[in-house]
């Protein structure tokens, strides 16, 4: 079965050092999304790719987060620097949509931060 | 703005028992409603959605959601449930101008006794 690939799983960094993760979606899947999920909380949408493009943005931190999906494929987002306040679980879904809500989103396992 | 309240931030229930995790929405528009479970470090897996039709939808491993227009909800049941249904649950809404934009609510920690 098809899966979301995230990578690191575990990262433990410094604050103020840089950080960045990555995510390859199932085949074929045109959108991308990063979720940042706070202990406790549940997932909130940091950045949507629709193909290359970015269609959403507005909940990322754009003076230290960065998310790139240059071929429209695999996808980085980037923290630089890290505050304490960034350790959750940065999780990467992708789904068949384009242009309209069509369903299911399929989430990878995530990366869990730590900013020490 | 769309948002998901769980009221219930820990419910426990014994094996064998009957569940209802809740659900409140607010939507502008007619929601997709979504339920997830997520295993202690593991990412989210759909148990099922609503986006018309019977507004009483099956899922996988025995869950069924009843969508109540009148009331804003989208409760989660199972009637009888066993120790591997502990988990987390997320109750999401989007729609079909969003691009595909979950929004979720803070989830509900299930826990379950022998």
């Known amino acids: 079965e098809a899966e979301v690939a995230q990578s690191p799983r575990y990262k433990i960094t410094e604050k103020s050092q840089a950080v960045a993760f990555w995510c390859d979606p199932i085949s074929g899947h045109a959108t991308l999304y990063w979720y940042r999920q706070i202990l406790g909380q549940g997932p909130e949408l940091l950045v949507q790719?629709?193909?290359?493009?970015?269609?959403?943005d507005s909940q990322l931190p754009k003076d230290r987060f960065s998310a790139e999906r240059l071929k429209g494929v695999d996808s980085t987002l980037k923290i630089q620097p890290a505050e304490l306040g960034d350790s959750a679980m940065y999780l990467c879904a992708s789904s068949l949509a384009r242009g309209s809500f069509t369903g299911e989103l399929f989430f990878g396992e995530g990366s869990r931060l730590t900013v020490l | 703005a769309q948002s998901v309240t769980q009221p219930d931030i820990h419910i426990t229930v014994s094996e064998g028992a009957s569940l209802e995790l809740r659900c409140n929405y607010s939507y502008g528009a007619t929601p997709y409603l979504f339920w997830y479970v997520q295993s202690p470090g593991q990412g989210l897996q759909l148990l099922l959605k609503?986006?018309?039709?019977?507004?009483l939808v099956q899922g996988i491993k025995g869950f069924e959601a009843e969508f109540k227009r009148s009331q804003s909800s989208f409760n989660l049941r199972k009637p009888s449930v066993h120790w591997s249904d502990a988990a987390e649950y997320f109750c999401a809404v989007g729609g079909g101008t969003s691009y595909g934009k979950l929004t979720f609510g803070q989830g509900t920690i299930l826990t379950v006794h022998p």
């Open positions: 609503y986006f018309s039709g019977d507004t």
């Open positions: 790719f629709q193909d290359e493009s970015v269609v959403d």
